[in-house]
Structure formats: C-alpha cells, structure tokens
C-alpha cells in the first residue's frame, strides 16, 4: 500500500537534534494537506508519509539533503548600507522580508551590519540542520 499521488492530511511535530521545537500542525489547530509524492513538500516528509496508514504514528529523521539542503555560501552576500532603506533599523540576528524575483516576499536573516556592510543570509532558516517529526496520518483520499 502506498500513499503517492493522494491526498493525505497529516499532524505533525517538527523537532531539531536538540529538541527545539520549530513548527507544530498542532500548534496551527488543524492538519497539513498535501499529495504524497508530489514535491510539494520536503523530500523526506514525502518519504516519511508513502507507507503510513491512517492512523499511524511514527518518528522519521531528515538528514539536510532531504529537508532544506546544506548552507550555500553563495546566499550569504555583504550588500553596501548606503544602498539599504532604513539601514539604521536592521535587526541584526532577526529577519526582513525582501521580494523575489517574482515580487514574492522572501525571509532573510540579517547576519551582520558593520564596517558600511550588511550581510545577509537567503538560506532557509532550516538549511544545513537535520529535523525530526512526529507524524500522525489523519485521512488518505484517492
């Protein structure tokens, strides 16, 4: 029996190796909904869910290949502080939302603001970090 290519509505807890807690379905009051297999979540997630039942609980571990990839370097870049609006007030440590190329907002940590530079990080926050969920299967439709 395989889930790939249905509907499943899943809960789940999203944990690091150190037990910090980064995202919760039960926290947002109802399940995520998503097709299996699809891409449209993490590969592992997908993984995860293909063989489960309704349910079904377990625990799987992502390793960063299969969850949001490894820290690219090429996303870390030093941008002047005169060509930054409101430079005076990045929060350093915190997030901004820049927009993409599409005009989409895309979250950026703000690494660093010295020397007449910022540098920002456009890596996923979760990038390079392994994860560890706890699911639970709710419904399966074809």
Not at 12 to 30: A, I, R, V
Not at 106 to 117: F, I, L, M, N, T
Request: proline content about 7%.
């Amino acid at each position: 029996m395989s889930n790939e290519g249905k509907k499943v509505k899943i809960h789940y807890t999203g944990t690091l190796d150190d037990g910090e807690k980064f995202d919760s379905s039960y926290d947002h009051g109802e399940p995520i909904e998503f097709v299996c297999m699809a891409g449209d979540v993490i590969p592992g997630f997908d993984e995860g869910v293909k063989d489960m039942a309704v349910g079904d609980k377990k625990t799987i571990h992502i390793e960063p290949a299969d969850a949001y990839g490894e820290v690219r370097e090429d996303l870390i870049q030093e941008v002047p502080l005169e060509n930054i609006p409101n430079a005076s007030e990045l929060p350093v440590g915190g997030v901004i939302y820049m927009h993409g190329p599409d005009g989409s907002p895309v979250p950026v940590q703000v690494k660093a603001v010295e020397d007449g530079v910022a540098t920002f990080d456009f890596n996923h926050p979760l990038a390079g970090k392994a994860l560890n969920f706890e699911l639970e299967l709710v419904e399966v439709a074809d």
